[in-house]
């Protein structure tokens, strides 16, 4: 399809043939005439958001728990700078999103204009790719590429960058259809001999493991069905990454729970004393592998990955495989199937007695407490009691993140939102606006922590306005409590700036912004007021009052090996404060 | 002191660093050297040289020819860093490809008078570098070599007089009848 129109217009139109439904923005003076098409039509919904930040990760949000690119609008400046968070975090964490800046006119650019900034310049670090549109001329052309280019391979953030003159101006639409990038062609399906490598390799295994990530879900539903089809006909035992929650049912025999730093001692030693590890669409982060000389030691490795600079860059691995997980998966078990060799059970059945006593030391387990909410029973009651529901979660970052990842069980994936790369306080909230906007039906709940809540809680009135009924579940500990666990292991217990003084009323600041407020200090009451919280059908702050200096544990202290585990009943005073050696105070 | 082996410490690994030259064919568009640069710096890889110029007007694209140093998991990891920027078309390493052959050309200004002079004129002559620009007390040669050449060139130059020195950095190809 080819017609005239103005640059605002094309934007609204390559929306529409992107197949955008929502977008998430806010409007400025360099972005007004897209606004104006914005209020001349009804195909594009506009969510106005409270903070440019907001846009971004809701557009975030949206995307993660769809599958499809979530989309922010903002304008020139401030508005595009407001925009780098959740740019960088969409980036660590492969979220496909296309954020549209407005721009200054082209001559004054470089002028220092009113609310100018580079912000091709100031995102390129933090984004898949950026464009500057010089002329309406490219404008169809670089909407088109900016969407592909935003979901196809390793999944990422993109922004256009469009000057006001560019917006007014007239000039030819050309559809998508017509559209072909030139240079950029990921590669999805894996050679078959590397794919034969690994499944030989995985035959002979003895002491095997799935170490899965967010690139099953970033590949779609069809990675999930096909990865559990592949566990199932090994038998091999599976952890995940944080990002990668959900690929797996939480509730299967053969999954172990999470593995890294707050993982579960299973996990972690079956990582370690592992011989073969398969590692689907993860990336050997520092969070999951610890001290790297001690990473897996007696281990042949295999590498799937769509992004072939994720392999090895921190592990130098056996066989390398570069492809899409869902293609490659697809292969395996065709192989699989069709192969003779089959790993001796016995040896299999033997490692599975070992992981059964590893998972027999409960590594999870906390002491209850009858007078106070412990922040893990909160997490799991709030599991228990929305169990079966069409539930989403998304948290911010801290403490209470790690808690819900070890206590919340995910059955499918894209139902786990959560900032993992850049660990990014403030996320959980406007990402729960762009959830409930993708499905309005749903149960949304942020887990939330009572000092990241604060830094998005201004999104609170976006939802208002939307109706769009999240539930901010706040651990409130009156601490930052991931930092004063780290001050704990390593600064002797000096809380330097980690107590949240001055907290908010969250009660009364729910009214004030038109939501309900749930105040809940006592275990007794937690099922009610769960319930509560889940039947009102408008946007919630729950004050989930926890005890103050509960530790989140299990815990690979930084510099430590994962058979070096720091376990919740040894982490006496003395065991904490010694706990990270000289070498390991200067990791983060 | 037992050094904890982390992301962090990945330069400390001991394989030995390895000089490569790498040529990156790109789209000819604004911004292309800064998104190669800000990968160089952003991720601490080493930029030893680094040549960029429209090579194919037509279909504007444009060849960069970098040297880098780094052991060879980091080389690795460079060209795919590389690989994967959207405007980049062919990433090859010419270190490993096979024999490549390097050039530069570099301009260097001498002043002197006497003995000096003649002397400097006779080395320019050895190592066949041009005189580009002459005064009753000052040369500019143009001399175009390997890198280790000019290097060389310079640093005989230097007792004679040598002002400045301005370098193009390498330019390189694969010998042999095959393009990239
Ligand atoms: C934007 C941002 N700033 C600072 C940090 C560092 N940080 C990590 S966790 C944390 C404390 C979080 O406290 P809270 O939200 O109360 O959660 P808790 O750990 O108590 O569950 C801080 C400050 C961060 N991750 N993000």
Redesign the interface.
Known sequence: MTREMTGAEMVIQALIDQGVEDIFGYPGGAILPIYDEIYQQDNIRHILVRHEQGAGHAAEGYARSTGKVGVALVTSGPGATNMVTALTDALLDSIPVVCLTGQVPTHLIGNDAFQECDT??IT??CT???W?V?SVDDLPRILHEAFY?AKT??PGPVVVDIPKDVQFATGTYVGPKNIQH???R?RVKAETASVKAAVELMSKARKPIFYTGGGVINSGPEASHLLRELVRLTGFPITSTLMGLGAYPASDKQWLGMLGMHGTYESNLAMHDCDVMVCIGARF??RI??????FAPNSQKIHVDI???S????V?VDIPIVGDVAYVLEDMIRLWRSSAAQPDKAAIAAWWQQIDKWRARKCLAYTPRRDAIMPQYAIQRLYEMTKGKDVFITTEVGQHQMWAAQFFGFEEPNRWMTSGGLGTMGYGLPSAVGVQVAHPDSLVIDIAGDASVMMTIQEMSTAVQHDLPIKIFILNNQYMGMVRQWQQLLHGNRLSHSYMEALPDFVKLADALGCHGILCDHPDKLDDAIAEMTEVKKPVLFDCRVVNLANCFPMIP??RAHNDMLLPDEATDEEIESAI????K??V | MNQPASAYFLVNRSDEPETHTLSVLVDNEPGVLARVIGLFSGRGYNIESLTVSETEHETHLSRITIVTMGAPMVIEQIKNQLARLVPVHKVVDLTTSGAAIERELAMVKVRGKGDQRVEALRLADAFRARVIDATTESFVFEITGKGDKIDQFVALMQPLGLVEVARTGVAALNRGPEGM
């Open positions: 091709v310049g390129r670090q898949k790719h950026n500057l010089r280019v391979g390793r030139k240079t950029y990921p982060d520092d592998t610890g001290r790297l000389d001690a992004d072939p600079s392999i090895n860059k921190n130098q930084s510099g050696g000289e070498d390991g200067i990791m």
